[in-house]
């Protein structure tokens, strides 16, 4: 069993930046990839990057444009989500999410088998 803990998230204005942390307590040993999700009020989650957990190979969604940047650090079982140039549209509630396996597709979140509760993060205007 992994349990996942988000923080970093609040409110900031657009263009501004934020870094989350993603603390992991638990069977981490066998993680192999851990992913950064998000979820709007009446959207989908949305793939957001992903880090293997040994590797530090990384993936990014093709929409971020580079403002994201996925970072971890194993001695402390945390994995970061440095935000720059934050836009409205960011608004959501971001989630740190880990697969034990190589998934088939690390984009979506049905691959992922431990999640947290989640961090809010507000881009005002």
């Known amino acids: 069993q992994v349990q996942l803990v988000e923080s970093g998230g609040g409110l900031v204005q657009a263009g501004g930046a934020l870094r989350l942390s993603c603390a992991a307590s638990?069977?981490?040993?066998?993680?192999?990839?851990m992913g950064w999700f998000r979820q709007a009020p009446g959207k989908e989650r949305e793939f957001l990057g992903a880090i293997g957990w040994n590797t530090g190979n990384k993936n990014y969604a093709d929409s971020l444009e580079g403002r994201f940047t996925i970072a971890k650090d194993n001695a402390k079982n945390t994995v970061y989500l440095q935000m720059s140039d934050l836009r409205p549209e960011d608004t959501a509630i971001y989630y740190c999410?880990?697969?034990?396996?190589?998934?088939?597709?690390?984009?979506?979140?049905?691959?992922?088998?431990?999640w947290g509760q989640g961090t809010q993060v507000t881009v005002s205007s």
């Open positions: 999410e880990r697969s034990k396996l190589a998934p088939a597709w690390y984009g979506t979140s049905s691959s992922y088998d431990s």
């Open positions: 638990g069977d981490m040993f066998r993680t192999y990839i």
